[in-house]
């Protein structure tokens, strides 16, 4: 962080070389069958952004544009995952053009980021918490998957649901989980 914001000479030099190395890959998967692409890093912690907003802003943000415009001149899709709170990168990313955004929504304001970009961006999530189909009970599997479908779910689209879970989550919690899914909510205004 410290070399990022500093601007040492080797740190943007070794940024500029896995940028073309990106970049290369980035062109071949959108020359290919695929219909989209995922790209990722972890920007945030709990907390907040792991690197300030205008660090990001000027060093990252163009490699990203520059990925995403590639991708959608092949007419694919643009996926971002990171960790963490990125609350900050928002507004950042659809301006890039990422099409679906996947981060730790439970460290966030869903009602909020729903409410601001709606309509602009799809969410990509799950439950709103990352151990709940393990150690939850179905009723809190229930409530945790309602309360992400109520913040980001409006009927017609805007919400890609995941589910994942590791090996000592009950199958029951697996089934309540993706029962919630498919329950009719009341449409938002």
Not at 2 to 10: A, F, P
Not at 65 to 87: A, Q
Request: charged letters at 25%; aromatic letters at 10%; one cysteine or more.
């Amino acid at each position: 962080r410290k070399d990022l914001e500093s601007g040492v000479k080797g740190i943007r030099t070794l940024l500029d070389m896995v940028h073309a190395f990106c970049q290369a890959e980035v062109g071949l998967w959108a020359g290919s069958q695929v219909d989209g692409m995922v790209l990722g890093d972890d920007w945030g912690s709990a907390d907040g952004l792991l690197v300030p907003q205008e660090v990001w802003r000027e060093l990252f943000r163009p490699l990203y544009r520059e990925y995403c415009k590639t991708l959608h001149d092949h007419d694919k899709m643009v996926f971002f995952r990171s960790s963490g709170n990125v609350t900050e990168l928002l507004g950042d990313m659809v301006r890039m053009g990422v099409d679906a955004v996947h981060c730790c929504f439970e460290c966030m304001d869903m009602a909020k980021i729903a409410q601001r970009f709606r309509g602009r961006i799809a969410f990509w999530t799950g439950s709103d918490c990352s151990d709940i189909l393990s150690r939850g009970t179905v009723a809190e599997v229930r409530e945790a998957a309602l309360r992400v479908r109520r913040a980001f779910d409006f009927g017609s689209g805007g919400v890609i649901a995941q589910c994942s879970w590791r090996p000592d989550a009950p199958i029951d919690r697996i089934v309540a989980f993706c029962e919630q899914w498919v329950v009719p909510l009341p449409v938002h205004v």
